[in-house]
């Protein structure tokens, strides 16, 4: 095995436990029917796919996006 070989496997782990991590700190049970946020319906296949989720997809990559420039 290369160099090159061991960093993906090395930068594969670390993506691994980045979205264990992740999991872990999504919140749980019932998801809202409406974003907590502009209170527009959050469409029933993301309820099903996020478990416990409170905003819209828009609402959502906004708060992530401003999370991560702070």
Do not use: F, Y
């Not at 160099?3 to 090395?10: M, P, T, Y």
């Not at 996020?50 to 819209?56: E, F, I, L, T």
């Amino acid at each position: 095995m290369d160099e090159i070989d061991q960093a993906q496997e090395i930068n594969e782990r670390h993506l691994e436990i980045a979205l264990e991590e992740h999991r872990k700190r999504q919140p749980a049970g019932e998801s809202n029917i409406r974003c907590e946020d502009c209170r527009e319906p959050i469409p029933e296949a993301r309820r099903e796919a996020v478990a416990g989720c409170r905003r819209c997809i828009d609402c959502q990559t906004l708060l992530e996006h401003w999370s991560a420039l702070q």
